[in-house]
């Protein structure tokens, strides 16, 4: 599989690379900055450096034409509001719209637990312009046609992976996770068509996750 990751020199993103490069997937991961290529050149992936909040909807999917997924990892990190809406909302959903039109049909999105219009945080609150965002992103997403899955764990670490996880299926309520089983369970989501249409809440937990993923596939 042909897979072009969208936040390439993220934490999640770098964990991704090599878990897909050892499954034999093509991987392309998108980079702001040239002195990031090495980085993700040694995981196993191959670079492609684009600012996608500059990138209209036309060149974003010149960028994923020929690709058979994409993942967004991308984020602004939070702090200015205004680049949140570019790059978490606007852009996100212009790489949406990219894959539509460039005929690349499934697209994962690396989202957070609790997202959504009843994400309850306050206007006041620094968190906001995020969580709105996020909310924007994930329902374009879901009505966009595609073989979408929304990926949702709680607070990241960088704590060591498990394999393992849980989800409100068994009652999990937002915790934590590290980010390398976040890198897991979107790998085997790629692998997985049939985890399109799933909305995966998750925190780090006890289910390996192929057995979680068993039990939610739709």
Not at 83 to 90: F, N
Request: glycine share 12%.
């Amino acid at each position: 599989m042909r897979v072009l990751i969208i936040g390439g020199h993220g934490k999640v993103a770098r964990n991704l690379h090599p878990i897909l490069a050892e499954r034999g997937h093509d991987v392309t991961a998108v980079v702001r900055d040239p002195d990031q290529v090495g980085d993700v050149e040694s995981d196993g992936a191959t670079a492609a450096v684009a600012d996608v909040q500059q990138l209209s909807t036309t060149e974003i999917a010149d960028l994923v034409r020929g690709q058979d997924a994409v993942v967004w990892t991308a984020g602004a990190g939070g702090g200015d509001a205004e680049r949140t809406y570019a790059v978490d909302r606007d852009a996100a959903i212009r790489s949406m719209d990219a894959a539509s039109s460039a005929g690349v049909g499934r697209y994962v999105m690396l989202s957070y637990f609790g997202a959504g219009p009843d994400h309850g945080v306050s206007e006041d609150d620094p968190f906001f312009a995020y969580a709105d965002a996020k909310t924007a992103a994930d329902a374009h997403l879901v009505g966009s046609g595609l073989s979408w899955t929304l990926v949702r764990p709680s607070a990241l670490t960088d704590d060591a992976g498990t394999g393992a996880i849980e989800t409100p299926r068994t009652g999990a309520e937002a915790g934590s996770v590290p980010r390398a089983d976040v890198a897991l369970v979107i790998a085997d989501v790629l692998d997985r068509p049939d985890t399109a249409g799933l909305v995966l809440e998750f925190n780090g937990g006890d289910t390996p996750v192929t057995e979680e993923l068993d039990a939610l596939s739709v």
